[in-house]
């Protein structure tokens, strides 16, 4: 199959790469920075590349609209394919959103973290899709099974609500880590020494519901401690409403009986 590429990121790099290892042909890549799309269309093995306008010019089986969240609904509005299924890859944006560009159309949204260094190697990707049609659904998946093996149809109300799970347990987790990182360094500690206990947070839930394995002060109703950790945080107060809001949720899910 042939396809095109509006946008430069991380994803147009690991979709592009993936798609032309399997052998399906890029007819262009476009985008606003002229120097970004070049590197990506002779990365691609593809000699045509522009902005927008050219974009729109070219027809081919499927276009990736691979953009930021606030920029597919812009940039679709300024397309026009007759026979070019339009695919947008974001998790929190709408199929509507597109469908005046194209007659077909669809949602391709891997729920996943891809850098562009150092891509994922393996196909566990969880990957949510949506179609408009017959015809974008084929030419969609038909392309989708070469990115990923793990694939699953999600409307545009399960994908918000999945999109909104992703920042709580990928964006949050990690500026909690940052968190932490920042007062070990402050207190002359190893961040090293947390990462034990990391990693055995994580190797839990694959065995069992986080719900069922939440420790710590909160979950105990260790009021003596959440005080104690509550002052120690007295110099970081954004640190602090954080420590306080976790604790209060994890008390209002659990009602642990206090100590």
């Not at 401690?225 to 954080?242: A, G, S």
Request: glycine letters at 4%; hydrophobic letters at 40%; aromatic letters at 8%.
């Amino acid at each position: 199959m042939t396809f095109t590429i509006i946008g430069t990121g991380n994803l147009a790099w690991f979709i592009g790469n993936r798609l032309v290892a399997a052998r399906h042909l890029c007819k262009g890549v476009f985008g606003r920075n002229s120097a970004a799309v070049q590197e990506l269309a002779e990365a691609l093995l593809c000699n045509k590349q522009g902005d927008i306008k050219a974009a729109r010019e070219t027809e081919a089986d499927v276009c990736f609209l691979v953009v930021s969240d606030n920029a597919v609904a812009e940039v679709a509005s300024k397309l026009s394919y007759k026979k070019t299924v339009l695919v947008h890859t974001a998790g929190a944006v709408s199929l509507e959103a597109i469908q005046s560009a194209s007659p077909d159309t669809a949602v391709l949204w891997p729920v996943y973290s891809i850098p562009r260094q150092s891509p994922p190697a393996h196909r566990n990707i969880p990957t949510a899709w949506e179609a408009s049609s017959p015809k974008a659904e084929k030419y969609t998946l038909t392309l989708a099974h070469v990115i990923t093996d793990v694939l699953f149809e999600a409307r545009y109300e399960q994908r918000k609500w999945l999109h909104l799970s992703a920042v709580i347990s990928n964006n949050f987790t990690n500026h909690l880590m940052a968190i932490c990182e920042k007062i070990c360094a402050e207190n002359n500690l190893p961040f090293s020494a947390l990462e034990p206990i990391i990693d055995q947070t994580f190797t839990r839930f694959k065995q069992a519901s986080p719900s069922a394995v939440q420790t710590g002060p909160a979950m105990r109703g260790d009021s003596a401690t959440i005080n104690e950790q509550m002052l120690l945080l007295e110099k970081h107060p954004y640190w602090q409403k954080v420590y306080n809001a976790m604790t209060e949720s994890i008390q209002h899910t659990h009602q642990p009986i206090k100590a």
